[in-house]
């Protein structure tokens, strides 16, 4: 067996590959330092079984000396490419089915509803003054972060509006760390 470091962390897990020296796929292990059961276990162990259309089959978590463990089979293919129709459309399918088909139970996953996002534009309004400060040296910055508080102020007028529409959405599990190198067609 050999052991290829993904990924080293320091404020973010720790994620390797074990290739076996018998066939089949290699192993992802991520390490999360805080010992916590991570939130990937319920999106790998409940949610993509469900989904139906391929993915990383989990395996276990292991938990020791203040530290958790996640293992998943590793999902080998082709890496995405944006600019390929047929990428595109793959991963809109699959997305589209993840957000459409599953029924997953909120309880098992983070709260990301409305309010989750309102507070995360009242952290961008707080700091908003002080990146004013260290980057408005001309009147064009100035004028973007202007725009862009106005535009803050916009949507937190509207928010009772779009709270209604969230309330009368299908809740869905949303992917929270879709980017390129994490897909494979």
């Not at 007028?157 to 309330?167: A, R, T």
Request: aromatic fraction near 8%; hydrophobic fraction near 40%.
């Amino acid at each position: 067996m050999t052991v290829e470091v993904l990924q080293e962390g320091r404020s973010a897990s720790s994620v390797y590959r074990f290739v076996l020296d018998s066939p089949g796929p290699a192993i992802i292990a991520k390490n999360f330092g805080d010992g916590s059961d991570p939130v990937e276990r319920n999106v790998y162990e409940q949610v993509l079984p469900l989904v139906g259309i391929g993915g990383p089959t989990f395996l276990g978590v292991a938990h020791g000396d203040g530290d958790a463990w996640l293992f998943t089979s590793e999902v080998t293919g082709h890496a995405y490419d944006e600019k390929n129709p047929a990428h595109r459309s793959a991963l809109a399918n699959w997305l589209g089915t993840l957000h459409s088909d599953v029924m997953w139970e909120p309880a098992k996953l983070p709260d990301k509803s409305s309010a989750h996002y309102l507070e995360l534009l009242h952290s961008a309004v707080a700091v908003m003054p002080a990146i004013q400060r260290r980057e408005a040296k001309t009147a064009r910055v100035r004028r973007v972060i202007d725009i862009v508080l106005r535009q803050f102020d916009r949507l937190e007028s509207h928010w009772p509006v779009l709270e209604e529409y969230c309330i009368a959405a299908p809740r869905t599990m949303v992917h929270g760390d879709l980017v390129s190198h994490n897909v494979f067609i």
